[in-house]
């Protein structure tokens, strides 16, 4: 464990308070769910704004603290890194589109999603918040800075659109089963038992899934906000690629190599591809696009720490701080 004095210095107490202010946020939105008082909703937002904040701090600590020790480039390669700043970019994403949206019920999956990424930054026994005094030449490189800041950015707003695609496959899902039902005529049927358990052991997530009903904007709305956010990940995710090769063809001698890492983020820059030009040109209906940015996301965690962390190559995490993400 870090000593105190070290984690003020470094910045990492500073991202541990911001965790439990989003805990904090995650349980005020939780209550609005449940309660639709808005006074909660406000003041977890608010609370998301502090941490938001908090974190920003950190980050200038941090990266000053880096300097200080001979590292001139922001630490951003290791995993505790990654995932403090994958957490600040989804608390980005989210402050802009409740500030252009309203997108009250949002909090509740994006304050979730940031809570696990800093979770998992904080108590994964490979990520460790100490800033490795040596890192290798290669990858002293601004290049590689702004390679990593692109990709997160387009994480973030993939984090995003997975969240407006589950409140919309929500939405949608309750929508055409209310005119289905108006079309046809109700019967009086026997109620099975064990449906009627079932109801009781899982009435908060029934509850939970009427209320996303009743928060969440109209489906239009949705889909206009998930095409919006994909495109703006999907530009980013290109500008990193192509930045990471640039760089990679300078440091190593090749654009392109095969790694597990580039192959999967081949795959999601091609998931999200297929979403656009399927957008765009096959006229595919909102439930589809939903669930492309449902399942990109997954890919996208695959991409980020399923590979990193599971599959041997130049992006793995072999040792606490010791290896970078590309």
């Not at 609005?32 to 006074?39: D, P, Q, R, V």
Request: charged share 10%; net charge positive.
């Amino acid at each position: 464990m870090i000593h105190m004095n070290a984690s003020i210095l470094d910045g990492s107490f500073y991202f541990t308070i911001s965790l439990l202010m989003i805990i904090v946020s995650f349980i005020g939105y939780f209550i609005y769910m449940f309660t639709t008082n808005k006074l909660a909703s406000t003041a977890s937002f608010v609370i998301v704004l502090g941490a938001f904040a908090l974190q920003t701090f950190a980050f200038i600590i941090r990266w000053r603290y880096s300097y200080q020790i001979g590292i001139y480039i922001p630490p951003l390669i290791d995993l505790y890194d990654s995932l403090v700043f994958f957490a600040y970019v989804i608390l980005f994403g989210f402050i802009l589109l409740k500030l252009f949206y309203n997108f009250n019920s949002l909090g509740f999956i994006m304050t979730f999603i940031s809570i696990c990424a800093l979770g998992f930054a904080t108590f994964y026994p490979l990520s460790t918040s100490a800033i490795e005094p040596y890192i290798i030449p290669a990858l002293r490189s601004y290049w590689l800075l702004y390679h990593i800041i692109s990709l997160f950015l387009a994480y973030g707003a993939f984090a995003a659109a997975f969240g407006i695609g589950i409140l919309f496959l929500i939405k949608y899902n309750q929508t055409h089963k209310s005119n289905k039902n108006k079309d046809t005529k109700q019967t009086i049927r026997k109620i099975n038992p064990i449906k009627k358990i079932a109801s009781i052991i899982f009435y908060p997530f029934i509850l939970l899934y009427k209320q996303f009903i009743l928060l969440s904007p109209s489906i239009d709305i949705l889909d206009e906000a998930i095409y919006k956010v994909v495109v703006f990940g999907f530009l980013f995710l290109s500008i990193g690629i192509v930045i990471g090769a640039a760089w990679a063809d300078n440091a190593w001698g090749g654009y392109w190599s095969w790694d597990p890492k580039e192959t999967w983020s081949l795959i999601t820059w091609i998931t999200y591809a297929v979403f656009i030009h399927a957008r765009l040109t096959k006229g595919w209906n909102e439930k589809k696009m939903a669930w492309i940015a449902v399942i990109g996301f997954i890919v996208v965690i695959c991409t980020y720490l399923g590979v990193d962390l599971l599959i041997p190559g130049l992006h793995s995490y072999i040792a606490p701080g010791a290896a970078p993400v590309l």
